[in-house]
């Protein structure tokens, strides 16, 4: 395959709407400055060049509080008037400052050398207001009219505000215009607050064509906007793309006015400026710290400082039994007493209960509700597996049909059994050069409910089940699944697991294809007169009783006077976010949770331990409060961290001979990618293009999850995965047969990608080494392997259909079974055999019968999905795949007994007349 021309992560552009690669970028042109400025000092004729590494820097300086432009300007007088050993010292303040970060708890870097060495002793111990103890700092984002002379002022004022009482510390960044201000809510992720002046200008003067071309289709350029609409369409616009973030009004005007208009919701607090500025500091303050309070971990630290005396079942509370023991001491030390102290079965005392809480747990889960946009949030401590089986027992009835992505976590498999829902599989589109699928089309989706439609069994369809992202990063657009599923059927439920997702809802490119970003932006919608207009619209175009084929190939429009919005989402916390292992989040966004809440409750009581780990939940409480202050930056750097990653690997001369990352076009078909959008970092895509991709393709690919081809290096992809964790400690997780999947997290730092680079060379260099030791022998083994694992890949079996008696109730169109009764029904020993995989007997059923009906789940791994579940009709794709396998892993079959199958004469049995 030619290798696509990669388009630099880092560049030069002045450009300020250049957003994805800043954070990086914007250290790296300081340290470029910074050895710049050395050569200089041993040759004066760099003058010019390092007034080139100083301009590189750009004008989105204006949007960071430091250095600041009185920093900035003394570093350009000193560039420009020759002063070079000056000059680099102060650029190597100023880098290694942000480098490190040194300038949140020292006041001396924000000032010049010289001026801190004059400085009377106090202002190094009260300027920043620090005290003795750590103090969080953020930026507070202030958007004035004549910003360029009065923020000097602001920022004066701000800082005089300070007291040695408050709990956190500020900076202010000043800007004076609309596009500004939002180009400085993407790019700072340290903003945490943003107040707001009267008669701020819209335009900026620098180049944002990229961002005035976002504006403008939201409906927020010059056209759209009135000089007295400023202020509530800039807070509109900040909480769409941070909702995070508090929003304050300073007016001087009419205050009472402004806080009673309906779009003023936006705002934490309208203050009149005339009188309120420590109001203000006050305020601000205040919304930090109710982001930055944490229940049930604040109450749980309380408990473990008191003197507690335990009389319940759990010895190893307060860690006695362990620090006293001359066995298991070795634990404590390498834990610490904390863990210990803070164990209790207890419920009361300053603790509550999982399963029923009514106090700071409750309160923690309304917290994490407001976090991630849902109506009610339950955490759970025994993974997303256990959140999956709670929604399903909680909503689905047996007979109820659940639309389902056969190539879904077995949770939901499972889940279904306990329920009773019979699972109606919908395909997803297939990969096979990958031996992977990736997501379910919306039109097949749509096929099946109006072929449940057409003969009348819409009403028994409960759910749409579907996984978002897919493990290998297809992101669904969300949005468009549900309206038009709910254009055929208002009442569908939702559950959309986002195991893998669930940090999404901190960028703002990828909220919006989250099952709550997607559920608000309907009931938005809902709300609108317009949405009736549209609706209205459509039918009349559709005409009465349009047939099915018309309705496949229309984006449709649901009613949205009928419309009963149901949405779940489930996400793994601790997959994406800090928590602890198994810790998950169940978020509901659900009209009619009402009338489902006592069930709701009976299958948190059926699932959840009675006994949950206390860490765990602190996990969850302290991980919605980090997102809260901190997730935009952090998952911006997990995307940037991925795009470095997918630049370092295909740009390389020799790492890409072996391996490559695939770009959106090689696991997104272009029929779903109708924008045009090819690869993150191809030559000419832009900004804009990866947000109309966002915007309009079926199909997005997630930027952290890569998919590492390793194949093309002679490796399976658990071979390399194993040779990775045991020579070179680098853990990953999914394999395929030619392929590893990467993932960035917001753990992850440059250190990482630069140990990855390494080894990859390494093994590249090696195989380079033992290639040319090898001779022609070598190489015709090495290009063997290399096709056997590219180009002799097995395809990928689609779900059959489940046998006749476990379809007692099902229609003639559509595919669902009862799958509980096949499952139970191998309960039964003498109503179940065994047939080796590679007997005669196999092939001889295959073309003659019986067929053979499959007694449990069988899934490999690789790929792992359940090629095989309770009840199906095993295919001889399925057998062809099966025999091709060469994997060690596979559950549900044990090579010494072979296939277990359900006698057809038993499964008769469950014949329901």
Not at 468 to 480: A, E, W
Request: one cysteine or more; a negative charge; proline letters at 5%.
């Amino acid at each position: 395959m030619p290798k696509k021309k990669i388009m630099p992560v880092s560049g030069q552009d002045s450009r300020i709407d250049h957003f994805f690669s800043l954070p990086g970028t914007r250290t790296d042109n300081w340290r470029s400055l910074h050895a710049t400025a050395r050569k200089w000092t041993r040759d004066p004729q760099l003058q010019s060049d390092v007034m080139s590494a100083f301009e590189a820097l750009g004008p989105n300086e204006r949007f960071f509080a430091y250095p600041g432009h009185k920093l900035i300007a003394t570093l350009r007088d000193r560039i420009e008037s020759g002063q070079a050993d000056s000059a680099v010292s102060l650029v190597q303040r100023i880098s290694e400052s942000i480098l490190d970060r040194t300038y949140k708890e020292d006041p001396g870097d924000w000032m010049t050398a010289e001026a801190a060495a004059e400085a009377p002793p106090e202002i190094n111990t009260t300027t920043l207001a620090r005290g003795q103890s750590h103090r969080p700092y953020f930026e507070t984002l202030f958007v004035a009219p004549g910003a360029a002379t009065r923020a000097d002022h602001i920022i004066d004022q701000i800082r005089r505000l300070r007291r040695p009482e408050d709990p956190f510390i500020y900076e202010a960044v000043v800007v004076g215009s609309f596009e500004e201000a939002i180009c400085a809510v993407l790019l700072n992720p340290a903003v945490l607050a943003v107040t707001l002046y009267e008669g701020f200008d819209l335009e900026t003067k620098g180049s944002v064509p990229a961002l005035r071309q976002f504006l403008t289709s939201a409906g927020l350029d010059a056209e759209h906007l009135s000089e007295d609409d400023l202020p509530l369409s800039l807070a509109g616009a900040i909480k769409k793309i941070r909702p995070e973030v508090d929003i304050y009004l300073l007016s001087d005007r009419h205050v009472e006015r402004v806080a009673g208009d309906p779009r003023a919701s936006d705002f934490r607090r309208v203050l009149y400026s005339v009188e309120e500025l420590l109001e203000l500091h006050l305020c601000i303050l205040e919304g930090v710290s109710d982001r930055f309070r944490t229940p049930f971990f604040d109450n749980l630290k309380k408990y473990a400082m008191r003197p507690i005396s335990t009389f319940h079942a759990l010895p190893i509370a307060r860690g006695k039994s362990v620090f006293k023991s001359d066995w298991i001491r070795d634990m404590g030390e390498f834990y610490g007493l904390n863990i210990f102290l803070a164990e209790s079965s207890a419920t009361t005392g300053g603790l509550d209960s999982l399963l029923e809480p009514t106090g700071n747990i409750k309160e923690a889960q309304e917290m994490a509700a407001r976090a991630f946009g849902a109506d009610h949030v339950f955490f759970v401590t025994n993974g997303t597996s256990t959140s999956n089986k709670m929604v399903h027992q909680a909503l689905v009835a047996p007979g109820d049909i659940v639309l389902l992505d056969r190539n879904c976590h077995k949770s939901h498999h499972y889940g279904l059994v306990l329920a009773g829902g019979q699972p109606l599989y919908i395909e997803a589109f297939p990969m096979t050069e990958y031996s992977m699928y990736g997501a379910v089309p919306l039109s097949s989706i749509k096929n099946a409910l109006l072929d449940l439609k057409a003969e009348g069994r819409l009403d028994r369809v409960k759910m749409v089940d579907l996984t978002n992202c897919t493990f290998d990063g297809h992101i669904y657009n969300t949005r468009r699944v549900m309206e038009e599923c709910l254009a055929i059927k208002p009442d569908l439920i939702f559950l959309w697991d986002e195991a893998w997702f669930g940090f999404a809802r901190w960028s703002p490119f990828l909220r919006q294809r989250t099952a709550m970003g997607a559920a608000e932006a309907i009931e938005t919608w809902m709300k609108d007169p317009a949405s009736v207009e549209e609706y209205e619209k459509q039918q009349k175009k559709l005409g009465k009783n349009p047939k099915a084929a018309k309705l496949l190939e229309t984006r449709l429009i649901p009613d949205p006077r009928q419309i009963r919005l149901r949405v779940y989402q489930t996400n793994s916390t601790h997959k994406s976010m800090s928590s602890l292992r198994q810790g998950s989040m169940l978020l509901v966004r659900d009209v009619d949770f009402g009338e489902v809440e006592a069930q709701f409750h009976e299958a948190v009581f059926t699932h959840a331990s009675t006994s949950p780990n206390q860490q765990l939940i602190a996990s969850l409480d302290v991980a919605r409060r980090q997102m809260e202050l901190e997730g935009y930056g952090l998952v911006a750097n997990a995307i940037e961290i991925a795009l470095d990653i997918r630049n370092e690997i295909n740009s390389h001369p020799l790492i890409s001979k072996y391996f490559r990352v695939l770009g959106a076009d090689e696991m997104v078909p272009a029929e779903y990618r109708t924008s045009g959008f090819t690869d993150f970092l191809d030559e000419g895509i832009s900004w804009t293009d990866q947000v109309r991709s966002m915007h309009e393709d079926e199909f997005c690919l997630d930027p952290t999850r890569m998919t590492l081809v390793c194949g093309t290096a002679g490796f399976d992809g658990t071979q390399f995965k194993k040779l990775l964790a045991e020579e070179f400690d680098i853990q990953l997780n999914k394999t395929s047969r030619n392929s590893v999947l990467l993932q960035s997290n917001i753990n992850n730092t440059r250190s990482d990608v630069a140990q990855l680079v390494r080894v990859l060379l390494q093994i590249c260099q090696n195989l380079e080494k033992d290639l040319a030791r090898g001779g022609e022998n070598a190489r015709a083994t090495f290009e063997a392997r290399v096709k056997s694992l590219m180009e002799d890949v097995p395809n990928l079996p689609d779900f059959s259909h489940f046998h006749d008696a476990f379809r007692w109730d099902a229609g003639k169109k559509t595919w669902e079974g009862d799958m509980r009764s096949a499952f139970f029904s191998a309960y039964y020993p003498e109503g179940c055999e065994y047939v080796p995989l590679d007997s005669p007997e196999v092939d001889k059923r295959l073309k003659n019968g019986p067929e053979m009906i499959s007694a449990n789940f069988v899934i490999p791994y690789p790929p792992g999905f359940p090629i095989m579940v309770p009840g199906q009709v095993i295919s001889k794709e399925t057998i062809d795949f099966m025999r091709k396998l060469d994997v060690t892993e596979i559950h549900g079959f044990e090579l010494a007994k072979g296939l277990k199958l359900i006698r057809p004469d038993h499964a008769s049995e469950h014949v329901r007349k």
